[in-house]
Each structure stands twice: as C-alpha cells, then as structure tokens.
T-cell receptor
Framework: AQSVTQLGSHVSVSEGALVLLRCNYS??????LFWYVQYPNQGLQLLLK??????LVKGINGFEAEFKKSETSFHLTKPSAHMSDAAEYFC????????????FGSGTQLTVLP | DAGVIQSPRHEVTEMGQEVTLRCKPI?????LFWYRQTMMRGLELLIY????????DSGMPEDRFSAKMPNASFSTLKIQPSEPRDSAVYFC????????????????FGEGSWLTVV
C-alpha cells in the first residue's frame, strides 16, 4: 500500500522568503509523485509531477521538487514566496502499474505574510 | 479546451432529500474519479470508472451513495437519503490512459460541488 505524509499542516513564510513544503512517501514500487495546489473555493491543479525521469522536477509558478529515493522524499520548494502562493498544497503518490489512482497527503496550508 | 465540468457548484439541501451531483469529464479521457474532501478526512477517493465501468467503489461510504457513468461524457453521484455528515466538497476528476507519455498519470479535477445538508 502507498501512503504520503506531509509534515506541517500549516506553514507561514514572509513574502520573498524560501518556501519549503515537506512530503515523504511510502511505496513498495518506484512511485509516481505529484504536487497539487488548491486555491480557496477551487479545485486541485497540478503543480508538477515526477514520473521516473529527471529527479529534479520544475513546475508552474516557479515551484520545483526533488525526488530523493534514499530519503523517500519529494519536497516542494520555491526560492521566493509571493502573496499569490497562499493556498493549500497536496502531495500525492501513485503506483505506475496501477489504474491511475492517487493517494493524497493531508495537505499543507501555506500562508504568505507581507 | 474545457476542463472537467461539475454541477451544481453549490447545493444546500435538507436532511433526507436526494442529492445528485453531475460531472462531464474531459473529452477523450477514459478514467473518471469521484473524490470527497472534508476537514476531518481530507481527500478521499470514493469510486472510479474506466471506460464507463466502475472499477473500485470501496471508498463509497455506505449504501446511500451510488455512482453511475452511462456514457463517456457523463457521470452522476447520488446520495439518497442525504445526512448532515455528507456535507463536503465533492470533486470529479478525469485522466487519460496511455502507455508512457508525460501526461499519462495526470488527473484533472473539476472545481467541485459544495454540498451542505442541513
């Protein structure tokens, strides 16, 4: 069975500061990994995904994540936070051999302070 | 390209009433998912379809919930009778099956149906 743990349900950063949202996964097979973002009152939007190609993945809005197999991690980062980054972020894992199911983490609410 | 379209966006209903949520997946996608999001339980997969056939409904909470996909462009999630604990955001999502390809495993979400049962 696969699972995802997001450390920190709430993260606050100042505008212009580094954003680091943590995600650790558990999977019996090499996984596919995803970060989704949810803005208030909206659905989930894909930020980026890892599908066994390059371990450093770049996504939209300046976000990137690095797959580290030895640490079973897929942390999301952005060098400089913007007010518009305030949202909830979900890490998710899927088994490439499975039928498109995603297992989501519990989410991290990012607050950006002026 | 239109994304996943859900209706209604918001619904308030009384306990005991039937609720029907509707979804139109992205054209050409052959997987369709229904998720529920609550503060307490986060995002839960309720059921998913492949080529209009239900594959796994183990996430459906109880017999009051049912889902159908009569054709490739339409699905419904029905709750009968509804209860206050069903209040949640219900997301429909779809994805494209395929061998390889960067888009093979991306799931696209609708904007959700916000259900309140009073």
């Amino acid at each position: 069975a696969q699972s995802v743990t997001q450390l920190g349900s709430h993260v606050s950063v100042s505008e212009g500061a580094l954003v680091l949202l943590r995600c650790n996964y558990s999977s019996s097979v090499p996984p596919y990994l995803f970060w989704y973002v949810q803005y208030p009152n909206q659905g989930l939007q894909l930020l980026l995904k890892y599908t066994s190609a390059a371990t450093l993945v770049k996504g939209i809005n300046g976000f990137e994540a690095e797959f580290k197999k030895s640490e079973t991690s897929f942390h999301l980062t952005k060098p400089s936070a913007h007010m518009s980054d305030a949202a909830e972020y979900f890490c998710a894992v899927s088994d490439p051999g499975s039928a498109r199911q995603l297992t989501f983490g519990s989410g991290t609410q990012l607050t950006v302070l002026p | 390209d239109a994304g996943v379209i859900q209706s209604p966006r918001h619904e308030v209903t009384e306990m005991g009433q039937e609720v029907t949520l509707r979804c139109k997946p992205i054209s050409g996608h052959d997987y369709l998912f229904w998720y529920r999001q609550t503060m307490m339980r986060g995002l839960e997969l309720l059921i998913y379809f492949n080529n209009n056939v239900p594959i796994d409904d183990s996430g459906m909470p109880e017999d009051r919930f049912s889902a159908k996909m009569p054709n490739a462009s339409f699905s419904t999630l029905k709750i009968q009778p509804s209860e206050p604990r069903d209040s949640a955001v219900y997301f429909c999502a779809s994805s494209l099956a395929g061998t390889g390809g960067m888009d093979g495993n991306t799931i696209y979400f609708g904007e959700g149906s916000w259900l309140t049962v009073v």
